[in-house]
């Protein structure tokens, strides 16, 4: 039995404990907030989407960094294992659209009340508010994990250490960056860290005229110059600062590599499922129906009631002209307008409302078997603080909970 320190109650480290303890060790979890799983809570909206139930193979497509490294941990404990783990342990879930997984209850503390109970069951010891400000070693800077300082300066031995500090977004749920520091002080490369899954900024002024208004069915192409970077269907959302939500968080997280390359052009399909011919026609037939009407009162079908003024203003065609007196080119050029409406993105948001922060730990220095560390013996990684990030789909807690695993299971 080897004394085991979990640093970070959250996913991965509330998983690495559980399968460290299950292989007979003595674990001490140790979490600074006043409770574990904070970023859980908050996950999905509230609802925890754990997991997706696509087929395993698939999870590696989702997966934007660390794909390679990630083959023994997803295989090592599944999707599915993951969905028959917390289903074994009372907890129901269901399969939404996208194939993702939710707590039946839709309640994210229902996940971390189950991890709590299978905690408890298993004997781990859990400390809060307990901040880790040190990872020692049997010699400094090198040689065997030996031990932990905490932020009140007690020391605490250990044989192995879980470092499971997550990365630095949404810095109010404990992950502010600490499990970097220990990293780097360790001898480890991080690589460069950025927010990811995040909203993107606008450079046009009536960005702001559009808060509020979501977007569904339409299609998003982001390109740099002429380079088409993503091209996708889904929902979208508009803020006071740019653009948000599903195809938006995707997209940053494709197009990150571009973060320091903005402005890139985003053009959204209002009306994917019409051609351009088809569009034409359909614009054609709402004229006829409202020739004598002025044009700022003919397209009301077309739009939601938001995106009507800036059509108009952005079409070129006066708002007052009749219908009857739109010229074939104004009216191309307005179905040109509605399946290419055009944005410039500026900007990607900080760390604040990132969904996971991109970069971390370099995954080279980390044994794929085990995630020990190839620099430090008896020191493991896992989640988030690790350079790998996946999209949105339940994807990045199938990280935290396969990596988790795989760290507390491997401990001799
Ligand atoms: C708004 C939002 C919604 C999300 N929704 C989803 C979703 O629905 N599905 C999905 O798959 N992913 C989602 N994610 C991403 C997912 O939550 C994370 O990828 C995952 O929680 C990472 O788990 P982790 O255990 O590595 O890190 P964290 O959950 O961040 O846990 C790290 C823990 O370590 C503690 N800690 C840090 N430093 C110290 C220290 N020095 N001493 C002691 N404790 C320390 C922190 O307090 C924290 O509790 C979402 C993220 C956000 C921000």
Redesign the pocket.
Known sequence: MSKVIV????????MASIWAARKGHKVLL????EK?????Y????G?????NACETEALFKQVMRGGKFLYSAFYSFTNEQVIAFFESYGLATKIERGE?VFPSSDHSSDVIRTLQQILKKEKVEVRLH????EILTEQPEKGRVSGVRLADHTVLGADAAVI????C??VS????G??YR?AESLGHTVTQLRPS?VPLEAAEPWIKDLQGLSLRNVKVRIRKEKKVLYEEFGEMLFTHYGVSGPLILSASGIVNDYMDKMPLFMEIDLKPALTREQLDKRILRDFEENQNRQFKNAVGKLFPAKLIPIILMLSGICPDKKVNEITREERLGLVELIKAFPVTLTRFRDFNE???TRGGVSVREVNPSTMESKLVPGLYF????LDL??L?????????WST?YLAGDSIP
């Open positions: 640093v970070g109650g959250g996913a991965a480290g509330m140790l979490e600074k907030n574990l799983g904070k970023k859980i908050i996950t999905g909206k609802r925890c989407n754990l997991t993702r307990t901040q880790v400000k499971a500090t997550g990365g977004s949404y749920t404990g992950s502010d600490d499990g220990f899954l990132a969904i996971i896992a989640g988030e603080v990030d996946a949105t789909g339940g994807f990045n807690l199938q990280i935290a988790g």
